[in-house]
């Protein structure tokens, strides 16, 4: 049983950097066929793909974001992390990470709890 979890500030000061951490149990993010991917969904919107890294490393993001965004990993920690930075209010949302199947069949499989990062001074 695969699973991931989210951790991070749930408070980010507009124009400071979020940063937030998925960690992944019961499966490898180097294993190939996978991509582990951030979504988030702000108030009364929406689910917002962010972007992902992909077992081998290469990241690709969304064209329609607004905050610069990065994701890294660390595979000695099987974890992944999402910055976006110069966050605005617009940022506030629940922020989940996921696994995203791309070998055969193409869907997320396994979806973190999600995390509330509300974006306010």
């Known amino acids: 049983q695969v699973q991931l979890q989210e951790s991070g500030p749930g408070l980010v000061k507009p124009s400071q950097t979020l940063s937030l951490t998925c960690t992944v149990s019961?499966?490898?993010?180097?294993?190939?066929?996978?991509?582990w991917s951030w979504i988030r969904q702000p108030p009364d919107k929406g689910l917002e793909w962010i972007g992902y890294i992909t077992y081998s490393g290469s990241t690709y993001y969304s064209p329609s974001l607004k905050s610069p965004t990065s994701i890294s990993r660390d595979t000695s920690k099987n974890q992944f992390t999402l910055q976006l930075s110069s966050v605005t209010p617009e940022d506030t949302a629940v922020y989940y990470c996921?696994?995203?199947?791309?070998?055969?069949?193409?869907?997320?499989?396994?979806w973190g709890q999600g995390t509330q990062v509300t974006v306010s001074s």
């Open positions: 996921a696994r995203f199947i791309v070998s055969g069949s193409y869907y997320w499989d396994y």
């Open positions: 019961g499966g490898s993010i180097t294993t190939n066929g996978y991509v």
